[in-house]
């Protein structure tokens, strides 16, 4: 059953994401092992919205390391670890909850001594700006300890990429870039303690999500992304992208971005909106309000998208095939799921 499940979700959650985004690009440098315990670390822009997009493209089913503040409501917490997300902790959290994460934590080397696949987001934290931060020792933690249970396990890691076109807008470019599995024993076979060990680890890591994913200094930040911006450049090709910075930000080689709608976009966009004024407004007046950070706002526009959008044009289909005719009913259903795909494709 549980199988079950977590197939029905995955392929619920791919159509969603299917009409939300107007393209998701996955781009896969080396084949994913499929008997082997995998550990997926990605940088972290996009809140909730990054572990979908993980979860319906890897080919694995995965156990996701999830802040623990969403866990709060029971009802909230049991799908979600039925969906195997696992809480963790953190320090504004408060410092006696840490100790929580020790459970969390010998879970993981279970799983990996079990051949299973782990990710987590090893920034720590969440944040829209297009910068590899520094990376925290929680991944490294579970990495030496389920190494110390389990010496002789084939563990790998993959670093994961993600690249948003903005991150916020409706409709969105998206693409992950899985790069080559890390070999682990091999990478720290020559480190003399755990804290070499760590470093090591942290450091390859941080290289690789370097040059999956664009890496803007944090120097100068704000001027430098204009820069890019101006010259349109397309973020799902973070290499093009990274030797254009590197080259201060002369012959730019890679593709450029479109951004500017054509006259058929707009007019299904307002189809779409209108179709859905009640979800619309629900979000836009009620829910926006209460979002206080910014990489929070692609998240909960897809929980809206993916809940009360099929609820609402349910409902319609069924009161205008019983009014009129069943006919009537299903060809208005088909009709709104074309308006909504045009509106996010063109």
């Known amino acids: 059953m549980k199988q079950l499940w977590l197939h029905t979700v995955r392929w619920y959650l791919r159509i969603g994401l299917f009409f939300y985004y107007k393209k998701i690009q996955v781009i896969k440098h080396a084949s994913i092992p499929k008997n082997t315990p995998l550990l997926f670390l990605c940088n972290h822009q996009n809140a909730l919205v990054d572990a ?3 979860a319906t493209t890897s080919e694995r089913f995965t156990y996701f390391l999830t802040r623990a503040s969403v866990f709060k409501k029971p009802l909230v917490a049991k799908f979600l670890r039925s969906v195997q997300m696992l809480p963790v902790f953190r320090v504004r959290d408060g410092w006696q909850t840490i100790k929580n994460n020790h459970g969390t934590f010998n879970l993981c080397t279970k799983l990996l001594s079990n051949n299973e696949t782990v990710s987590l987001f090893p920034e720590g934290n969440h944040h829209i700006n297009r910068t590899v931060r520094p990376l925290s020792k929680g991944f490294t933690r579970i990495v030496l300890e389920t190494l110390k249970v389990t010496p002789d396990l084939d563990l790998k890691l993959v670093p994961i990429g993600l690249n948003y076109q903005d991150g916020v807008i409706f409709p969105d470019e ?7 599995p890390i070999d682990v024993k091999t990478l720290i076979k020559d480190c003399e303690d755990d804290q070499s060990a760590s470093l090591a680890l942290k ?3 941080q ?5 999956l994913t664009t890496h803007v200094p944090p120097n100068d930040y704000e001027n430098n992304l204009q820069r890019l911006q101006k010259q349109g450049v397309n973020f799902r090709y973070p290499e093009q992208v990274n030797a254009f910075i590197a080259s201060g930000f002369k012959n730019y080689n890679g593709p450029k971005y479109k951004a500017k709608p054509t006259v058929v976009s707009t007019l299904f966009k307002w189809l779409l909106k209108l179709n859905l004024w009640l979800p619309f407004l629900v979000w836009r007046y009620y829910a926006l309000p209460k979002i206080k950070e910014v990489e929070f706002v692609a998240t909960f526009r897809f929980a809206l998208a993916i809940t009360l959008v099929p609820i609402w044009l349910l409902l319609l289909t069924c009161i205008i095939g019983s009014v009129f005719s069943w006919t009537f009913g299903l060809s208005y259903l088909i009709f709104s799921l074309i308006i909504a795909l045009l509106a996010v494709k063109l």
Do not use: F
Not at 174 to 180: E, Q
Not at 207 to 211: A, F, G, R
């Open 203 to 205: 450091t390859k890591v």
């Open 207 to 211: 290289d690789e999500l370097k040059t």
């Open 174 to 180: 998206v693409s992950l870039h899985y790069g080559v």
């Open 52 to 54: 979908l997009l993980i």
